[in-house]
């Protein structure tokens, strides 16, 4: 029997919310559900300071604006986050009025029905996924509080398989990167930003300060292939692990001639928003980092995860600058990648939410329900 038709045989379906307050709730095991339909949205800004400037190859920052879902139902609320990014025309702006276009989808939605409101909300408007992630987490997170089991374990997936995260060295000064390379000793792996003048130089400060291991990160900085090689192969004798997108995203058949002629993997990241964008990217990639962010949210990183894994690709999960309510909710599906890099709440000094930890390097989820992350 569906739910639904559970729902109706006892009386209980297209009763309004006002009317659902004064029924009993139904019990399923220890955890016991309201039925109804009609959820409450809200949302905040709120500013993030970055403990450093943050400089990649295309800007600088010293913090960021990111937006707070709230969906409140039967006294539960799921709490969710954009981190709207400028590369793919996001801003705060932009990212509340996407989440005010939902308003009325979510005050006549079944959360439990959440695959298919999933999909009503990547139609809400082109692009904007910053907004579309927020608004699925909060999904999750409720859905998850709701049924009172962590996301992971709704999922069915084993929290102890995380892997380490690595921990982001952004462009800088040379005593800089020296600083902040001293400051990140606690963690095992190294992500280090590159694609402007001076990439040599910024990886020997690192170097002259720690053996641990290091990743690549050009963000679409390099734009000539022969430049690039060069600088690849460079790299690898210094001990780089991978490069992620060493070339514009646009440059496909360019990034398919360097991927034939070096010896590391190389990682979509800008080159790769959603599922569909993944077929024709194991042509010229080894793998793909996927940020909740750019994919609109958990539910799509899930599909996006499973169509890698088919296609032999490696998959790495990532994140913007966020709270420990995005990364918190990354991490949840972090038993299913081969690499991490959440660090964004980790770069921040005044991050309002408490979530999933790191230990020695390592990415440790806790077992409260949905995604984890609570007000600090």
């Known amino acids: 029997m569906k739910r639904r038709e559970f729902f109706e045989t006892v009386g209980l379906a297209a009763v309004g919310t006002s009317v659902l307050a004064g029924l009993p709730s139904i019990s399923f095991g220890n955890t016991k559900l309201k039925t109804g339909r009609g959820m409450k949205l809200s949302y905040e800004i709120k500013r993030i300071n970055l403990t450093h400037t943050w400089t990649i190859s295309r800007n600088s920052s010293d913090y960021k604006d990111n937006v707070f879902v709230y969906l409140e139902k039967d006294g539960i609320t799921g709490i969710g986050e954009a981190g709207p990014n400028i590369r793919y025309d996001e801003t705060p702006e932009s990212t509340v009025a996407t989440i005010e276009k939902a308003i009325p989808l979510f005050a006549n939605a079944d959360p439990f029905e959440?695959?298919?409101?999933?999909?009503?909300?990547?139609?809400?408007?082109?692009?904007?996924?910053?907004?579309?992630?927020?608004l699925d987490i909060a999904l999750m997170d409720w859905v998850g509080k709701a049924?009172?089991?962590?996301?992971?374990?709704?999922?069915?997936?084993?929290?102890?398989?995380s892997p380490y995260t690595s921990f982001t060295?952004?462009?800088?000064?040379?005593?800089?990167?020296?600083?902040?390379?001293?400051?990140?000793?606690?963690?095992?792996?190294?992500?280090?930003?590159?694609?402007?003048?001076?990439?040599?130089?910024?990886?020997?400060?690192?170097?002259?300060?720690?053996?641990?291991?290091?990743?690549?990160?050009?963000n679409e900085g390099w734009t000539d292939k022969e430049v690039a090689i060069k600088k690849i192969e460079w790299l690898v004798k210094n001990g780089v692990e991978?490069?992620?997108?060493?070339?514009?995203?646009?440059?496909?058949?360019?990034?398919?001639?360097?991927?034939?002629?070096?010896?590391?993997?190389?990682?979509?990241?800008?080159?790769?928003?959603?599922?569909?964008?993944?077929?024709?990217?194991?042509?010229?990639?080894?793998?793909?980092?996927?940020?909740?962010?750019?994919?609109?949210?958990?539910?799509?990183?899930l599909r996006m995860i499973w169509l890698a894994k088919s296609l032999n690709m490696k998959i790495m999960i990532g994140c913007m600058i966020e709270s420990s309510v995005g990364i918190s909710a990354a991490a949840q599906l972090c038993s299913l990648i081969d690499y991490a890099d959440l660090d964004g709440n980790l770069l921040i000094s005044n991050d309002p939410f408490k979530g999933t930890d790191v230990v020695d390097g390592k990415i440790v989820l806790n077992d409260r329900p949905g995604h984890g992350a609570i007000v600090r």
């Open 114 to 134: 959440y695959v298919q409101l999933g999909y009503d909300i990547k139609e809400l408007v082109p692009g904007q996924t910053a907004a579309k992630a927020a």
């Open 147 to 161: 049924l009172n089991v962590p996301l992971y374990r709704l999922w069915g997936l084993d929290p102890t398989k």
């Open 169 to 218: 060295i952004g462009i800088d000064t040379i005593e800089v990167v020296k600083q902040k390379t001293r400051e990140a000793a606690p963690y095992k792996i190294l992500k280090v930003k590159v694609g402007k003048e001076g990439d040599e130089e910024l990886i020997k400060a690192v170097r002259s300060v720690t053996n641990t291991t290091i990743r690549v990160d050009a």
């Open 242 to 301: 991978f490069i992620e997108q060493p070339l514009p995203a646009k440059m496909m058949e360019e990034t398919r001639w360097l991927r034939d002629r070096v010896e590391v993997p190389i990682i979509a990241d800008e080159a790769v928003k959603t599922t569909s964008d993944i077929p024709q990217l194991a042509e010229a990639y080894d793998g793909i980092n996927i940020k909740i962010m750019k994919a609109g949210g958990l539910q799509e990183a």
